[in-house]
Each structure stands twice: as C-alpha cells, then as structure tokens.
C-alpha cells in the first residue's frame, strides 16, 4: 500500500477522523508525520497520541530542533525528552524519531562526537528513528549509506531526496532521483538489508525546467520506481 508523509495537517488538524475517511479513500496509509518537539512533552503527548492513533499513524518524527546541534549540553538534554517521549510512544505501539538537515552533520563548539548525529544517535535508545533526509546528508559532505549502515535498524523511515551539490551542478546533473550520479541502488540495500526501513518518502524541493511541483514529484517517483524493478524489488 502506498502511503504519505504528513509535515502538518491543515483544516484537519482538529478533525483526525475526517482525515482518516481521506485517506481510506484514496487508499492511501499515514506512514509517518512531522511535529514539533512540544508535541512530544509530557503535557501534550497524549493528546498527540490520540490524534495519531485515530490516522493509524505510528512513526512520529521531529523534523527540526535546533538543541540537537547547538552545544553538547542541549544535544544531551534533548535526547533525554526524546528517550522519554520513545518510552511513551512504544506502549501504544508507536516510535519517536528525529530528521536531518545538514546542521546535524557538522560538529561544532562542545561536540564530543564525529558529527552532532552520532551524538544524538549514540545518546537515544534503540526505538527512536533516525530518519535519514539523505538529499541533506549527502549536501554536508557524508555518505547516508555509512549512516543506515552505523545505526542499524534505526532507518525506519528515510526521506529519499536529490539536493544538488555545487559539483553535481556544475557536471549538468538534475536534482530528481536516478538522475544526480549518486547510487541510489546502494542506498537502497543498505536500508532495507540494515535499515530495518519501512518506507521511502519521495521529498522534492527543486523544481526545474519550468516543471510544477507535481510533475517533479512523479518524475522522481518514476525514476525510483525503475530503480527498485532493476533490482528485482517491483
């Protein structure tokens, strides 16, 4: 069953049920959504709970939180909320999880590890998701591959995304899956041989040629589709 990633909820955000109804219609599952890290706090995570529980939602991941990379102190604290929030989630059936931008792969004042991921990685239980956005990893300079392959089992969920680097730019590359000269069959074994993942989310940001958002989305969407069937996996 196909499925989508939801970073945000629109008119349905108080009516989870409406949205569900939607999603059975168009035969769709709730794979994964992004909040907030306060959506995760002991005071709210109920509440958070009940509304995913009604979608059939059970990956929810922190999209962005600036305590994870700015010092090691706040790196340690938050990993504390997030190990509470993981032993929250796994009684209802249900994970926690964090995303990368390229802030995580750096290793700034007070990083005690090879980049402010490991720290948080390294500091999470084995639960929490680290949901790879490989399109940002591979802009800072790191490999995904070494990642699913370091923290196995923990990519439930990645983000497949093609975010140009200067050097694939300037060698005419297009920033869509299968078309940036990145080995794209090489990421998908390590996440389905290590990564324990679930699901791919096509992300596009980059629209070019006058393309619409939609018609770049399927692009990539048919690209990874022939890669997966080159590997015997459609």
Not at 6 to 17: D, L, M, T
Not at 186 to 212: H, R, V, Y
Request: hydrophobic share 30%; proline share 3%; glycine share 6%.
């Amino acid at each position: 069953m196909d499925g989508v990633e939801f970073a945000g909820y629109y008119h349905y955000k108080e009516k989870p049920e409406d949205l569900k109804k939607l999603l059975d219609k168009l035969e769709l599952k709730s794979a994964v959504t992004h909040l907030k890290t306060k959506d995760l706090l002991p005071e709210n995570i109920e509440k958070t709970i009940a509304f995913h529980k009604a979608i059939d939602c059970k990956y929810l991941i922190v999209s962005y939180d600036k305590n994870v990379f700015t010092s090691n102190e706040s790196n340690m604290k938050i990993a504390k909320v997030f190990n509470q929030a993981s032993k929250t989630l796994k009684a209802h059936g249900m994970k926690a999880g964090y995303h990368n931008h390229t802030q995580e792969f750096a290793c700034g004042k007070g990083c005690v590890d090879e980049t402010w991921w490991d720290s948080l990685a390294k500091r999470t239980n084995d639960d929490f998701i680290l949901q790879q956005d490989v399109g940002w990893t591979w802009k800072a300079g790191y490999d995904p591959v070494k990642y699913v392959n370091r923290y196995k089992g923990r990519t439930t969920s990645t983000h497949f995304r093609s975010t140009m680097t200067d050097e694939n730019k300037a060698k005419g590359f297009k920033p869509f899956i299968g078309e940036n000269g990145q080995d794209w069959k090489k990421l998908i074994e390590a996440c389905l041989q290590n990564g324990g993942t679930e699901w791919f989310s096509i992300e596009q940001t980059d629209f070019p040629d006058g393309m619409t958002p939609m018609q770049s989305v399927e692009r990539s969407f048919n690209n990874l589709n022939k890669i997966l069937a080159e590997m015997g996996l459609k």
